[in-house]
Nanobody, 116 residues
């Protein structure tokens, strides 16, 4: 069983920045792709950014140029700059294991609220 613990959410004004962290309970050697998703009220969960085991990243068009995903060992980060009210959502970390590809393990989520 893998546990993912997110931190770093909060309330910020538009134009501000936040950095989310997600620590996995397993060694980095067991981790494959790591992702950040978000879900706003009344909307479906959407993929925000992905980072592969070798460090290749990809992000949604809505956050390109503003959000940066990175990883260090068994922790993945999401640096969020130039935040907008529409970025308000619960942000979830999700990880795939090397030996159980195709299944995502989820964190509990962290609330990000951007005020206008």
């Amino acid at each position: 069983q893998v546990q993912l613990v997110e931190s770093g959410g909060g309330l910020v004004q538009a134009g501000g920045s936040l950095r989310l962290s997600c620590a996995a309970s397993v060694s980095s050697r067991g981790l494959n792709t790591m992702n950040w998703y978000r879900q706003a009220p009344g909307k479906q969960r959407e993929l925000v950014a992905t980072i592969t085991r070798d460090g290749t990243t990809n992000s949604a068009d809505s956050v390109k140029g503003r959000f940066t995903i990175s990883r260090d060992g068994n922790t993945v980060y999401l640096q969020m700059n130039s935040l907008k009210p529409e970025d308000t959502a619960v942000y979830y970390c999700a990880a795939e294991l090397i030996f159980n590809r195709g299944r995502l393990y989820w964190g509990q989520g962290t609330q990000v609220t951007v005020s206008s």
